[in-house]
Every structure is written in C-alpha cells, then in structure tokens.
C-alpha cells in the first residue's frame, strides 16, 4: 500500500502572534514549503529564541551601537608582581604557592576550558582545541592542556576534573576526538565536555534574525562569557558541587603554554587579604601602547577590562616616570573563580552579563527570494557575551603578573601575529629559558634567539624548576648533557 506524508500540523498561532510582535513574521515564510520534519525543526529552533527580548536586543545593538563611556574615575588596577620580591609589593609566594597546592590536594579545584569559538580568524577545519600546535610533537592544543591535568593529578594524588565548554556547531566532534584519543589518558568520567547556548545573528540593516536555509535561523555561540549560563545548563555546577570543587582555572583553548593550574595564583586568589576569592585574573605587561590587549582598570575602584579599543590612546600611552606604561595589564584571559560566584550569577538576573556588539560576514538566505547569499562585506551583527564582564560583579578582584614567554603563547590567526609559527617560537623560547635555568644551553642566532625548535612535555616538566627538581626534568637534563643540542634541531624534551 503506498505511504503518505501525513500533513504538517497547523502552526500556532500564538507562536505567529508572537513572531509579529518581535518583528520577526519572516522566520515562517518558507514554513508551508517544508517538509514535516524540517518544518517541526525550524519551529523547534524559533521556540528556543527568547521572542520577548528581539525587540530591545534590536533597538539596543543593532539599529544602534551602544557607545562605550569612561568611569568617572579610571585607575590602572593594582597587581601582584611576577617577582615577589619587587619593591612595589612584595608578597610571600611560598606561601600563596602551597594554599594553592593544598587545595588542587584537597580535590577543590577543576580546570574550565572555553572552546566553543568558531575560530574565524585561523580557518582551521575543526575545533581548535583539536589544533596540533605542539612547537615539535604536533600535540594538539587539547593534549597539550590534558598532559598538565594528568601530570597534576598525579602529584597531589587527586583527580583534577576538566570541563571544557564546546558550542552546539563543534560539541560532536569535540567529544569524538576525546574518545579517538583515549581522553589523553584521563579518566573519562574526569572530562565533561558541554554546549553552550547561541544567539540569532541579526541583519545589520533591518534587525531581522537572519535565516541560514529556509528550514535554520542563523546563530552563532553566546561568546566566552556565555560560559556562565551554560555551566548551570548544562549541570557542571550541580556537578562541581557534587565532587567538592570550589575553584575553577578558567583558560581559553588556543594558549598553548597556558598554566592549566596555577597554585601561586590559585593561592593568591583563594586567600589574599584583598581577595573575595570570586575571580581572579592574570595579567602580563604590554609590550607597547598600541598592543591589542584589554586592560586590567580600576573604575570608580573596581577591578574592570576595558578593551583596548575603548581606552583612550591617550591614556594608554602615558608613561611612569622609568618609562613603563601606566596602564600596564594586558589580560591573558587567565581567570580563577568561584563556583558559587559563578552560580549566583547564573541565577540571579540581576548579574546577567551585557552583550557586545560585532559586525560580521553571515552567509544566509534571502527572507523574500530564499536565494542563498554569501556577504562580501558585512551584513550581519552577532552579540556575544564576555566573561570579563564579571569581573565589577566581584565584592573584589584581584590581578596577578605573570610573564609572557612563560604563558602565552596564543594561536588567533593563521599568519603573523599569535599564529601557529608564533606560538611554536614562543614554545621554543620558554623550553630554551628552562634549559639555561638547568645549565643547558640552546645553540642561539646571532640576535640570541634559540636557533632550533624545542618543546618541553608536561610529563618531563610542569615548570623550569621542575627540570632539576623530578626525577623525570633530572633524567631529560642528563641525556641532554651527553648529546648537546644541534643548530637546526627539533627536539622534544
Ligand atoms: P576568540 O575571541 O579568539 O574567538 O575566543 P574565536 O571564536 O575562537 O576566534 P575568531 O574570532 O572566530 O577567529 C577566545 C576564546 O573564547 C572561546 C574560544 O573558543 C577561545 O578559547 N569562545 C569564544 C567560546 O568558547 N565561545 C564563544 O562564543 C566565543
């Protein structure tokens, strides 16, 4: 007997009411041409939107560009010192290092790793975190950060759980190639990988969400701030809370030589007078005015970023009286927060974070003609969250230094700047740094940069001390004395 569709139900009409009220009827105009099943997913996809919140989103960042104003008063943000023996404010570093190491010992700590980017700039075919940015061994940016987990785990004796914020577009294949990869030797119950939530893109011109087919809205993740929802969502906190965790190492997955844990910051912010162990954040100097970092202020006396596109350049190029920039704190997106900071801002509307506007190329449909569309320049706004703009909701947020070849090394673009050549330089140059530290020296160019290609795993080293301080760091120093280190080599340590 042969088979018919059965009809597609009636769409609601409250829904229709609704979609006209946020001026968004256009959604449904290929409706009546879809199929049941794409039909049901297109509607399934408009249910998701919060239909009642288009219209301000629109007037408030589309139609418009919300402008960014200064606080009243704008102070660079007072910081620990990499060198806790500076004069400027000295601190016990043995101290803060051990309140850190006791509590990653105590089972209180995870790692948190935002990877739910799209990764625009790199144009690499898959997630970044499945990116092979080992400087030698062609480790992806996961493994590299899954070594250090392990390596901390087995020191303290304690599991240390990892979860990783993917993005509904890269989730599956996240979670594949933690399976094809034995979860890099963790334990699988230890790594929780989960989406975070998305946000339509909207046409520039008309504040119309943009449809990607006629049967998909157009969406892009919710930004690294986005974080704060999906970790309730998704149950991580209810999780977190479960096993005793309290602190989270928050850290972006393209900083390849990131320290996954930190204990002197851990510790810094756990129990630094001036901390409320809410979120923590690391900083390096810049390296010069015009350097793309946001900057660790202090408005009206709390601890903010503001980007560097906001802060006047005047201000950014005012000296200290040695010479050094003023405002200083580059941020690293280097965070330490509370599992209960981040719950009571997940739950209560009041500490919702706002969103940023950015322009973009969308490739979507023609809402009258369906025809597909692929922008040359763009048509389309995203708004994204920033994690960052937690930071003012603390009681108090405290900035620690810390240096640039030791832990950033970031891969953004596919050439130049941040880009995999870089990031693999920069590994190289922390290895060589290491290596000196332990009485090995690298074979140098004549502008004394290291004239090979190094690359230290975590399992030989987690820090320079560790290379005369393990057992393992001691055994790679010694068979590096009896072979001495070739120009022109790539050598994994
Ligand atoms: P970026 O701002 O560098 O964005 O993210 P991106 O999407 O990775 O790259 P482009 O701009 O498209 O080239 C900084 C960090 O925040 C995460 C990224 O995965 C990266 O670790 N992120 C960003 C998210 O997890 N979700 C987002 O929605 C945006």
Redesign the pocket.
């Known amino acids: 007997m042969p088979t018919t569709t059965p009809p597609a139900p009636p769409i609601d009409a409250s829904l229709i009411a609704r979609l006209q009220g946020a001026g968004q009827s256009h959604l449904l105009r290929f409706a009546p041409t879809l199929t049941p099943d794409r039909r049901a997913a297109l509607l399934a996809q408009i249910e998701g939107l919060d239909l009642s919140a288009i219209p301000s989103l629109v007037e408030t960042y589309v139609k418009a560009k919300p402008t960014f104003s200064l606080a009243a008063s704008v102070e660079p943000a007072p910081y620990y010192p990499n060198n806790h023996a500076s004069k400027s404010r000295a601190w016990d570093r043995a101290r803060f290092e051990k309140a850190g190491q006791d509590l990653i010992r105590a089972g209180r700590v995870a790692c948190f790793?935002?990877?739910?980017?799209?990764?625009?700039?790199?144009g690499y075919d898959g997630p970044?975190g499945c990116y092979p940015a080992g400087a030698v061994s062609r480790k992806p940016l996961f493994q590299l950060f899954a070594e250090q987990i392990l390596a901390h785990s087995r020191r303290s004796g304690k599991d240390v759980p990892w979860y990783v914020?993917t993005?509904p577009l890269n989730h599956d294949a996240t979670v594949a190639f933690f399976r094809a990869n034995d979860f890099f030797g963790l334990p699988p119950s230890s790594v929780m990988c989960f989406p975070?939530g998305v946000m339509p893109s909207f046409d520039m011109k008309t504040g119309r969400v943009l449809l990607a087919a006629p049967d998909e809205i157009a969406t892009?993740?919710?930004?690294?701030g986005?974080?704060i929802t999906a970790l309730h969502k998704s149950g991580a906190i209810a999780d977190m809370k479960r096993r005793g965790i309290t602190t989270l190492s928050y850290f972006?997955?393209?900083n390849a030589t990131v320290q996954a844990l930190d204990p002197a910051f851990l510790g810094l912010h756990a129990s630094a007078p001036d901390s409320s162990a809410e979120m923590s954040s690391k900083m390096i100097p810049k390296a010069y005015a015009e350097e793309k970092l946001g900057l660790f202020c202090s408005c009206n006396g709390r601890t903010e970023v503001i980007e560097y596109s906001d802060l006047p350049m005047d201000l950014q190029r005012q000296t200290l009286p040695d010479g050094t920039l003023r405002f200083l704190a580059g941020s690293i997106?280097v965070h330490a927060m509370s599992v209960e900071f981040i719950e009571r801002l997940a739950t209560d509307p009041r500490f919702s974070l706002p969103y940023h506007r950015a322009e973009k190329k969308v490739p979507c449909i023609d809402p009258e003609t369906g025809e597909k569309v692929d922008p040359a320049s763009p048509n389309g706004v995203k708004l994204?969250r920033f994690v960052f703009d937690a930071l003012p909701l603390c009681r108090a947020s405290i900035v620690y230094e810390t240096d640039r070849i030791e832990e950033f090394a970031p891969i953004?673009n596919a050439a130049g700047v941040d880009s995999p050549e870089s990031c693999t330089r920069l590994q190289t140059e922390r290895a060589a740094r290491w290596l000196k530290a332990a009485g090995i020296e690298a074979p140098l160019t004549s502008d004394g940069k290291p004239d090979c290609t190094l690359e230290i795993s975590a399992s030989t080293a987690l820090c320079a001390s560790d290379l005369v301080s393990t057992d393992a760091g001691r055994a790679a120093v010694t068979r590096l004395r009896s072979s001495p280190i070739p120009r022109g080599a790539n050598i994994l340590i």
């Open positions: 790793t935002v990877a739910g980017g799209q990764g625009t700039r790199l970044k914020m993005s975070q892009n993740p919710d930004g690294h986005g974080s972006q997955v393209d997106a994204e953004k």
